[in-house]
């Protein structure tokens, strides 16, 4: 089983909806980052939260620790939302990432 | 403010040959990241410099990677005698201890 695992693998979703994007994680991780890969390739880290909830414009990620879940939502869907959404935790012992296998995010206009 | 850097963007080798692929951090970052995606696969791990400390090169995939970091600069990562599963595009991030990471643009490598 891996690591950080993440559910769905792909979504579309007409322009204006609410995406939610979830991810799992294992005994050890202690953080959460949630990074945006755009088509081209570049990568933006979006969040990185340990506890709580943390909002950015249209996003919203939630950390629930006891359940070891985390979630990414993106309110008001936009084309410009497209690209691949990856949960990545980082270990308690050191800080390198275990990154999910990715969710590919298309929104439709 | 100048974001992570990485050179070149593009690389173009034989197999076999070596090739050196470098990353200017955030300046005053003191943990730097290489990772590595391979065409249609998910990001992994290679090497994590924090500081002076060794670095964590747990996730380097054979003794043919390398890795050095001078002090909280500029970092190389050195592919010897490459090979064709080498080919992916390798990513360089920078950040302050448990905070966000910062990516590069990335280095396509391409191993023919």
């Known amino acids: 089983k891996n690591e950080v695992e993440q559910s769905p693998q792909n979504l579309t979703a007409q322009e204006g909806e609410f995406i939610t994007i979830n991810c799992s994680y294992s005994?050890?991780?202690?953080?959460l980052h949630w990074l945006q890969q755009h088509p081209g390739g570049g990568i933006v880290s979006l969040f990185m939260?340990?506890?709580g909830k943390k909002k950015h414009g249209r996003l919203i990620a939630t950390i629930n620790i006891q359940e070891k879940h985390s979630s990414l939502h993106i309110t008001a869907s936009h084309p410009r939302d497209s690209a691949v959404y990856i949960c990545?935790?980082?270990?308690?012992?050191?800080?390198?990432?275990?990154f999910g296998g990715g969710t590919r995010v298309l929104v439709k206009p | 403010g100048a974001g992570v850097s990485q050179s070149p963007s593009n690389k173009v080798t034989e197999k076999g040959k070596d090739v050196e692929l470098r990353c200017d951090p955030i300046?005053?970052?003191?943990?730097l990241y290489w990772y590595r995606q391979r065409l249609g696969q998910g990001l992994e791990f290679l090497i994590y410099?924090?500081?002076?400390?060794?670095?964590?090169k747990s996730g380097l995939p054979s003794d043919r990677f390398s890795a050095e970091r001078t002090g909280e600069s500029v970092s190389t990562l050195t592919i010897q005698r490459t090979q064709q599963e080498d080919s992916a595009v390798y990513l360089c991030?920078?950040?302050?201890?448990?905070?966000?990471?910062?990516f590069g643009p990335g280095t396509r490598l391409l191993v023919l």
């Open positions: 991030a920078s950040g302050r201890q448990q905070e966000t990471q910062y």
């Open positions: 005994v050890g991780i202690s953080a």
């Open positions: 939260l340990s506890s």
């Open positions: 990545a935790g980082i270990k308690a012992a050191g800080n390198k990432l275990t």
């Open positions: 300046s005053g970052h003191t943990a």
């Open positions: 410099f924090q500081g002076n400390s060794a670095p964590d």
